[in-house]
Nanobody, 120 residues
């Protein structure tokens, strides 16, 4: 079993910044891709940013140039630095990870979500 624990959400004014963290713990052999998704009220969950184990990244067009995803493999942690935040970034942000529990077993896990609200 693996747990993903997110932190760093909150209320911020437009133009402000927040840094989200997500730490994985439990039965972990290695972690492949990790990512951040978000879901706003009445909308589908969408990919915000992803990062592979080797550090390759991809971003939603709506956050390119404003958000940066990174990871610390030694700490099994992924980060999302969010700058120049806009009201439309308001959503619950979820961490996701593809985890190898052993050499032959892999599962996909989700965090519990952290609220990000951008408002003046």
């Amino acid at each position: 079993q693996v747990q993903l624990v997110e932190s760093g959400g909150g209320l911020v004014r437009p133009g402000g910044s927040l840094r989200l963290s997500c730490a994985a713990s439990g039965t972990i052999f290695s972690i492949n891709a990790m990512g951040w998704y978000r879901q706003a009220p009445g909308k589908q969950r969408e990919l915000v940013a992803g990062i592979t184990s080797s550090g390759s990244t991809n971003y939603a067009d709506s956050v390119k140039g404003r958000f940066t995803i990174s990871r610390d493999n030694a700490k099994n942690t992924v980060y999302l630095q969010m700058n120049s935040l806009k009201p439309e970034d308001t959503a619950v942000y979820y961490c996701n990870a593809d985890v190898k529990n052993s050499w032959y077993l892999s599962h996909n896990y989700w965090g519990q979500g952290t609220q990000v609200t951008v408002s003046s």
